[in-house]
């Protein structure tokens, strides 16, 4: 148990669609990262967010994007889904006290058909 | 792109033995991370080994660091079934600090 908790844990959308993905870190972490892992991958980096602003960013384009609230959560939206953006969705927050490791959740596997 | 490339791709052992996989990277790091995922569920992290460090333990974890290679290696002692995961390396970006770069991972079997 990490304490960070996704939402849903699953989805499908088919393609054009919008998705929101949802993600409540752990108490008292204050940077969220969002995350893709295509199957038999490593999780890729999408964004980090710290204190409500992108932090950061990968190789992703502009159709994802997302937002960090007061409280820390964040969302992940995906817009114009496209057939490979299936995979799993993994949030992760970071203990400003840490050395950089991460808490992950569970994911929120999305399916676009 | 993959900065971390971890090996054996899969493993397959018995119950008691030891696992050692090992990753390489590319660029210059100030740490290195090992993380565990269990099919298709969200990593944990097990160990960060720092790059003036050349081994640390944690349980029945070991992990090496040589940044002469760009390598490092996890080795798992006394293998249980509840061991079966998949096993990933992973080194921060500069800059970013919880840009991690993953490896592919290594699938670890462990069987009765």
């Known amino acids: 148990e990490t304490g960070v908790t996704q939402s849903p844990t699953h989805l499908i959308k088919t393609r054009g669609q919008q998705v929101t993905l949802r993600c409540s870190s752990q108490s008292g972490h204050n940077t969220v990262s969002w995350y893709q892992q295509a199957l038999g991958q490593g999780p890729q980096f999408i964004f980090q967010y710290y204190r409500e602003e992108e932090n950061g960013r990968g190789n992703f384009p502009p159709r994802f994007s997302g937002l960090q609230f007061p409280n820390y959560s964040s969302e992940l939206n995906v817009n114009a889904l496209e057939l490979d953006d299936s995979a799993l969705y993994l949030c992760a927050s970071t203990n400003p006290q840490g050395a950089g490791e991460l808490f992950f959740g569970e994911g929120s596997r999305l399916t676009v058909l | 792109s993959q900065q971390g490339e971890e090996d054996p791709q899969a493993l397959s052992i018995q119950e008691g033995e030891n696992a050692t996989m090992n990753c390489s990277y590319k660029?210059?790091?100030?740490?290195l991370q090992w993380y565990r995922q269990n099919s298709g569920r969200g990593l944990v992290h097990l160990i960060l080994?720092?790059?003036?460090?050349r081994e640390k333990h944690s349980g029945r974890l070991r992990v090496t660091l040589d940044t002469s290679k760009k390598s490092s290696s996890l080795l798992i002692t006394a293998s249980r079934a509840a061991d079966t995961a998949s096993y990933f390396c992973?080194?921060?970006?500069?800059?970013?600090?919880?840009?991690?770069?993953f490896g592919t991972g290594t699938r670890l079997q462990v069987t009765l």
């Open positions: 992973a080194t921060p970006h500069t800059g970013t600090a919880s840009k991690l770069t």
């Open positions: 660029t210059s790091i100030n740490n």
């Open positions: 080994i720092r790059s003036n460090e």
